[in-house]
């Protein structure tokens, strides 16, 4: 189902067409979920976010925002965002994290080939995480949009492989070896502002670094089946919290979700 608002079409529910999609190769271009408005105050927004800053501090590491910031689960808990998500984990979902990256203008930082199951770990048995990657800003190649392998998702040899790289010009100082790294494969996601798209927790994803004229901002929101037990075995994941935004709880007990500060308000 989908409405026309604001010039822009606002969509519902996934196709059974673009969950297989997904499924098969790890990721999905999506279209807008939010209307013109909700993306306009979202922009807002960050923008008093990234001013209010500290001194040195990049704007590309503004993880768990949503801990310190309840007003932005009026997005992660907004009923369209958990029907689209529902169609591809089904009706008993779990946020996990979220994250804005925010690429300055002339020296936006890259983001190294990765997983980010690799970063989770066995902080999450099973690794079942879908990321929806939101638009603030406009997403393009020349100003460093988001890249996948296609299938990657399915691969296993060499996620564990990692090399350093250079932290001044990364938003963090690892990469996966480029021996199982086919750039050629490399799909540029590039998204119009209230755009999105989705990917897997094993699919291999990077971004080039940022040298135009324009910002580029991305909010990322992750969710996962509630059966997904998270386990906070070491320091950083003691000082995380999961919420559950809809359904019920099917980790057996062995979940410990943070109460909402609003959901979809």
């Known amino acids: 189902m989908a409405a026309a608002t604001d010039q822009w079409e606002v969509v519902d529910h996934a196709t059974p067409e673009q969950v297989e999609f997904y499924r098969e190769n790890g990721y999905l271009k999506f279209g807008r979920i939010f209307t013109s408005e909700e993306m306009d105050a979202l922009r807002d927004h960050v923008d008093e976010m990234i001013a209010a800053l500290p001194e040195g501090k990049r704007p590309e590491g503004m993880d768990v925002p949503h801990f310190a910031d309840p007003w932005l689960f009026r997005y992660l808990c907004h009923p369209r965002v958990l029907d689209v998500i529902e169609d591809f984990i089904g009706p008993d979902i779990a946020l996990w994290s979220s994250h804005f990256i925010a690429k300055p203008r002339g020296d936006g930082k890259a983001v190294p080939w990765h997983t980010d199951g690799a970063y989770w770990k066995d902080r999450l048995q099973p690794m079942q995480v879908i990321t929806l990657w939101l638009a603030v800003d406009e997403s393009t190649m020349e100003n460093g949009c988001m890249r996948v392998l296609p299938g990657s998702h399915r691969q296993r040899t060499g996620i564990d492989e990692y090399v350093p790289v250079d932290s001044q010009e990364n938003v963090f100082g690892i990469e996966i070896k480029r021996d199982y790294v086919d750039e050629s494969r490399a799909v540029d996601l590039e998204l119009q502002v209230g755009e999105c798209h989705f990917h897997d927790a094993w699919t291999l994803h990077s971004s080039r670094t940022n040298t135009s004229s324009k910002r580029r901002c991305g909010y990322t929101m992750r969710y996962m089946p509630s059966s997904v037990a ?36």
Do not use: Q, T
């Not at 386990?231 to 359904?247: K, M």
């Open 230 to 265: 998270f386990n906070p075995g070491d320091e950083w994941a003691r000082g995380h919290r999961i919420y559950l935004v809809r359904g019920r709880d099917l980790s057996e007990g062995r979940n410990e979700y943070a109460p909402l500060p609003m959901c979809g308000k």
